[in-house]
Every structure is written in C-alpha cells, then in structure tokens.
C-alpha cells in the first residue's frame, strides 16, 4: 500500500531540509553514467509545426513528465522535490538555458519525476500533475518560484499537529495538507477549480504512484538527495546544479 511506502521513505515534515547537500549527486546509484562525446555532433532536429520542442511535453512510462524531443538522442532525467531549495535553484538558473541551448533544438530531452522527501511534497506533486502533461512544467515551475509557502504554512503547527495530520488515511490527509498549506487557494487562481483539486488530492492511486516512483529512486538508483539527475538512465556524479550539468550535456551532444 502507498502509506507504507511513504512510510519506509521515512517521510516527515520535520525533514524540510533534507533535499540534500549541494553535492546531492555524488553517491546516487552504483553505477554511474560515463559520458562521452559522440562520433559527430548531434544535429538539430525540427519539432512539430514549426514550433520548437520546449511545448512537446508528455508523461512517460515512470511516472514523469518529458519535455522535448521523445527521440533526442541525450535523455536527461531530473530526481528533484518541490520542497526542495536546491531543486527551486537549478529551475531558476538552469532550465532557462537547458530549454534554449538542449531542449528546443531537438537534442536533449528533459525528464522530471517526482521524488517525496516530505510529506509537503505529496499534495504539491499531486496539484502540479493534476491536469496532465500540458500545464505540468508551467505549475511545478510557480510552485517552486513560491516554494517558502510550504515552510512558512508549518511553522506555527506542532509536533502533536503534524502526527494527527499524518495518521490520516489517504483518502483525507493530503486534502487536508493541501488545504492546511494553502494549495487549493494557490493552484484555484492558476486554473485548477476547488472540485478538480480536491479530486486530485484524494486520488489514492495518483498517490500510490508518486510513492512507487519515490521507491525506485532509492532501490534502482540509490537516490542519495535531490536534485540527482540520470543520462541514459545512469546517475551522473559529482552534479546537483546546472554549472555543473552544462559541461556533461555539452559534452554529450558533441558541442
């Protein structure tokens, strides 16, 4: 069952910081991805209708949300919390340039699956993937540009507050932790109506996957902190931020 998954996560909202270190990615995975220059540089590749490949987004086989060309030869995926600072970081400074100079041309593909450090994490991921892969990057994106929310909404509970709210089933905790932290209020103004929300929230099944995602992160992948990020499905070491992540993509497409 999902809560027992949660649970061997070792969730808890008093782990607000534990996205991790700045080197996250350093011990993630027992095997590690070794990139190489390819024989010739990839080449561009035009999207569809003349459009570029930054609005091709689709959810993928493990429970993520791809962005960009499904064929690029490069296929990054992202580990990364919505509770996460480091996460919030790399969005800011990194995916600006990752989405101009990787994603657009067709080369790079980029991959964001959910991982729950807390229990904060679990409504936010469920209100961005609420209405599927087309808005998706867009409400993760605002989420994390107003991420100090979720902290500054726990700070005055207590203890005893945040047991009572975990020792709900499913079916109600994350309403609840949605309404607590403001959420349904904050995704109402940005298109997703109380009803639809609240739905979302009390989908148990959505919930069983965000866990099942988190679990292969840590069984598959030795997941260590977030961001931790995969190139051919490979952990790369020594990389949680995007000044180090350029050079390894670069590399990669032959750049």
Not at 169 to 193: N, S, V
Request: neutral net charge.
């Amino acid at each position: 069952m999902m809560t027992r998954t949660l649970l061997a996560l070792g969730l808890s909202t008093l782990a607000l910081t534990a996205c991790g270190s700045k080197d996250a990615g350093n011990s993630a995975g027992n095997a590690t991805a070794s990139v190489e220059a390819p024989a010739t540089p990839v080449a561009p590749v035009a999207a569809p209708a003349g459009g570029d490949w930054t609005q091709t987004v689709s959810k993928t086989p493990d429970g993520g949300f791809r962005m960009g060309n499904p064929d690029a030869p490069v296929k990054l995926v992202e580990y990364g919390a919505l509770s996460c600072s480091h996460c919030a970081v790399f969005e800011k400074e990194g995916l600006p340039e990752l989405k101009a100079q990787f994603i657009a041309p067709g080369k790079v593909s980029y991959e964001f699956r959910n991982y729950m450090l807390n229990v904060l994490d679990v409504p936010a991921a469920l209100l961005t993937r609420c209405r599927g892969a087309e808005p998706y990057f867009q409400l993760s994106q605002q989420m994390f540009e107003n991420q100090m929310m979720l902290f500054d909404a726990v700070k005055g509970m207590t203890e005893a507050e945040q047991t009572q709210m975990q020792a709900m089933p499913p079916q109600t905790q994350f309403l609840a932790w949605g309404k607590k932290l403001g959420l349904i209020d904050f995704f109402r103004a940005r298109g997703i109506p109380e009803a639809a929300a609240t739905k979302c929230l009390t989908d148990t099944a959505a919930v069983d996957e965000l866990g099942k995602m988190s679990a292969r992160a840590t069984s598959e992948f030795n997941l260590q902190g977030t961001p931790t990020f995969l190139i051919a499905n490979k952990p790369v070491p020594n990389v949680a931020d995007w000044a180090a992540l350029k050079p390894v993509l670069t590399k990669a497409v032959g750049a």
